[in-house]
């Protein structure tokens, strides 16, 4: 019934679009969004939320490989909010969001009080390397309606890596803003778990067996080291360029797989963000996540210094 009620509320936002300015119709269709995710929200035992480009999918493709050897399903359906639950009911629905349609509808903006009582996963990444993904997932990927609901460059527009990461709507400055908000509410989320995308890349195992714990499964070893070698840069895209999770939508699909940009799973690379600007670009960069981010998620230098 829900599916039927989503797509007929789908159908009627686009129609009646069709008449309004472009800015209302923008609205709208973001309160559709909103409307969906509240639906998956009110329904959800655990929340996944990160900003996009943090790694979601990745992440996502392993707690999913963990429930199917966990659970005896099958390879090549990702976890979507409650698909898995209805294969198996002792599976949770987990509901994995940007946090942005969301918000919007609720009205809490300014605060994470949607998450307050809600068993969260938060991954963060640093916020550099994030922008320089969002330049290739615009450019390649993202869909010309969602650039211009969203605020991103105009579609098709020539910009430089450089000039999007600096875009005040959705370049670093808006991410670090991201960031910051969820800093500021950490404290009141009753539940919570923080995962750092380059701490997945560097221990993956142990940042797994932190995710299966937090979500009440056990973490065994050799279940472990297969979602780890499932999950695998190199073994994601191959399925990606076979479209072996056809099932699952776009989410894991090459737009060209003669073109690796317009990969899902592109480079994976901790700090790549410094293959693509010149020396003094990197140190402005580096200059902003210093100045603007709170020292919370471990990527200012006064966190690093402490660690070392």
């Given at each position: 019934m829900h599916i039927v009620q989503k797509r007929l509320t789908k159908w009627l936002v686009r129609a009646i679009s069709v008449f309004l300015p472009e800015a209302r119709a923008h609205q709208l269709e973001r309160w559709r969004r909103g409307r969906e995710e509240f639906w998956k929200y009110n329904r959800c035992q655990y929340?996944?939320?990160?900003?996009?480009?943090?790694?979601?999918?990745?992440?996502?493709?392993?707690?999913?490989?963990?429930?199917?050897?966990?659970?005896?399903?099958?390879?090549?359906?990702?976890?979507?909010?409650?698909?898995?639950?209805?294969?198996?009911?002792?599976?949770?629905?987990?509901?994995?969001?940007?946090?942005?349609?969301?918000?919007?509808?609720?009205?809490?903006?300014?605060?994470?009080?949607?998450?307050?009582?809600?068993?969260?996963?938060?991954?963060?990444?640093?916020?550099?390397?994030?922008?320089?993904?969002?330049?290739?997932?615009?450019?390649?990927?993202?869909?010309?309606?969602?650039?211009?609901?969203?605020?991103?460059?105009?579609?098709?527009?020539?910009?430089?890596?450089?000039?999007?990461?600096?875009?005040?709507?959705?370049?670093?400055?808006?991410?670090?803003?991201?960031?910051?908000?969820?800093?500021?509410?950490?404290?009141?989320?009753?539940?919570?778990?923080?995962?750092?995308?380059?701490?997945?890349?560097?221990?993956?195992?142990?940042?797994?067996?932190?995710?299966v714990e937090f979500l009440g499964l056990q973490a065994d070893g050799d279940y472990l080291r297969d979602t780890v070698e499932f999950a695998s840069v190199e073994n994601l895209r191959k399925k990606e360029r076979e479209n072996y999770f056809w099932r699952s939508g776009s989410r894991v699909q090459a737009r060209d797989v003669n073109d690796p940009n317009t990969f899902k799973v592109r480079k994976a690379k901790v700090g790549g963000y410094r293959d693509y600007f010149d020396d003094a670009q990197v140190a402005e960069l580096d200059a902003m996540v210093e100045a603007r981010l709170q020292p919370v998620f471990g990527y200012t230098r006064a966190e690093l210094a402490e660690v070392g």
């Open positions: 929340i996944f939320a990160s900003y996009g480009k943090s790694g979601r999918t990745w992440v996502r493709v392993m707690i999913s490989r963990y429930y199917q050897l966990v659970y005896r399903l099958p390879d090549n359906i990702l976890m979507g909010f409650d698909n898995y639950t209805h294969l198996n009911r002792e599976i949770p629905r987990i509901f994995f969001t940007h946090d942005n349609y969301l918000r919007g509808y609720t009205g809490n903006i300014n605060s994470k009080k949607d998450f307050y009582h809600k068993k969260t996963i938060l991954l963060v990444r640093n916020p550099i390397d994030v922008a320089v993904s969002q330049f290739f997932q615009w450019k390649y990927r993202m869909r010309p309606a969602k650039k211009a609901m969203n605020r991103y460059p105009e579609h098709e527009a020539d910009i430089a890596v450089y000039d999007f990461v600096r875009n005040e709507d959705r370049g670093l400055s808006h991410i670090i803003d991201f960031m910051n908000d969820w800093a500021r509410e950490l404290p009141h989320i009753e539940t919570l778990l923080v995962v750092r995308y380059e701490d997945l890349r560097a221990h993956p195992e142990r940042e797994m067996a932190r995710i």
